[in-house]
């Protein structure tokens, strides 16, 4: 492996827009996977590579989550959604 198949965090972050320290979040995290040597962390182009174009798969989906998650909370205490209820009466006495 060459020298060119390494960058370093302040490339990361160039190339990413992000700062530093987001990039160094991102590595603690493993989201971004790296190597550290000493205290300065590589990463591999490859592993930027994957990083910038994750699959579809991988892409969070915070409203269906959200959706889910109140889902679950309306199952497990019988409460019903407040909007929907104010458009059922409103169908119901027009």
């Known amino acids: 492996m060459g020298d060119n198949d390494i960058v370093t965090v302040q ?18 995290e493993g989201k971004l996977s ?6 300065q962390w590589f990463v591999e182009r490859r ?3 994957r990083f910038k ?3 579809a798969s991988s892409v969070p989906d ?5 959706k ?8 497990r205490a019988g409460l019903f959604d407040t909007v ?3 458009n ?3 169908r119901r006495n027009s």
């Open 62 to 66: 915070p409203l269906g989550e959200a």
């Open 47 to 49: 592993a930027l590579e």
């Open 88 to 90: 059922w009466s409103r």
């Open 34 to 39: 790296g190597r550290k040597l000493g205290q």
């Open 68 to 75: 889910a998650v109140r889902e679950r909370i309306r199952a």
């Open 53 to 55: 174009a994750p699959d």
């Open 84 to 86: 929907e209820l104010v």
């Open 11 to 28: 490339e990361v972050a160039r190339e990413l827009g992000r700062s530093i320290e987001q990039i160094r979040r991102y590595l603690r």
